[in-house]
C-alpha cells in the first residue's frame, strides 16, 4: 500500500469513527489529516486535499480549535493561517474526554442534582428520587474516571489499560 492511500484510509476510518462518538465526520476527518501531516496546513490545503468547501473547512477548523485539538500556527513570511494537531494519541484521547466530559458529563450531573430535590411522597414519586439517584451516582462514577484519566500521565494509562485487557 501506498502512502497517500495509507493516509487516505486513516482519514476515512477516524472519519468513521469520529461519527460513531457522535462528532462530525468532516471534523474528523480534517483532524486525521492534520494528525498524519508533516506538517501544518492552510485551510485551502485541507479544503483540496478533502474535497470539501470553504465553508465546511472553516466550520470545522473552528470546532476542532474549540475542543483545543487543533492549534491555528502562524508561518513567518505567510498571510495564510495554518493548523496544527497534537501527534501524541493519549493527549488526544485526554483532550477528547476532559471536552466530552465538559459537554456531556457535566450538564447531566446538574440535572440530576436538581431532578433529586422533586417534591412529594408517593410511591411513583420515590421510584422516581431512586431511579434518579441511581442515575447519578452512576453519571459521578463516570466523571470520576474520566477526571482521573484527564489528569493521569502516560504511565497511569498504559497500566490501567493493560489490566483491563488481562
Known amino acids: ?20 462518538w457522535g462528532i462530525n465526520r468532516t471534523m474528523s476527518q480534517i483532524h486525521a489529516l492534520l494528525i498524519v501531516s508533516p506538517k501544518p496546513m492552510s485551510a485551502e490545503e ?64 446538574e440535572v440530576m442534582e436538581s431532578l433529586k430535590k422533586v417534591e412529594g411522597t408517593d410511591q411513583e414519586t420515590e421510584d422516581f428520587k431512586k431511579v434518579i439517584t441511581e442515575l447519578g451516582d452512576f453519571t459521578q462514577k463516570v466523571e470520576s474516571t474520566l477526571d482521573k484519566f484527564i489528569r493521569s500521565d502516560k504511565n497511569w494509562f498504559y497500566k490501567t489499560a493493560i489490566k483491563l485487557m488481562s
Open 46 to 109: 485541507i479544503m483540496d486535499e478533502l474535497k470539501i468547501s470553504r465553508g465546511n473547512a472553516n466550520m470545522n477548523i473552528r470546532a476542532l480549535m474549540d475542543w483545543n485539538l487543533v492549534k491555528k500556527q502562524l508561518i513567518p513570511g505567510e498571510r495564510k493561517e495554518y493548523f496544527s494537531a497534537g501527534k501524541d494519541i493519549v493527549e488526544v484521547a485526554r483532550q477528547i474526554a476532559k471536552e466530552r466530559k465538559r459537554r456531556e458529563i457535566d450538564p447531566i450531573l
Open 1 to 20: 500500500m501506498k502512502l497517500a492511500e495509507a493516509k487516505a484510509e486513516f482519514i476515512q476510518a477516524w472519519g468513521t469513527l469520529g461519527s460513531s
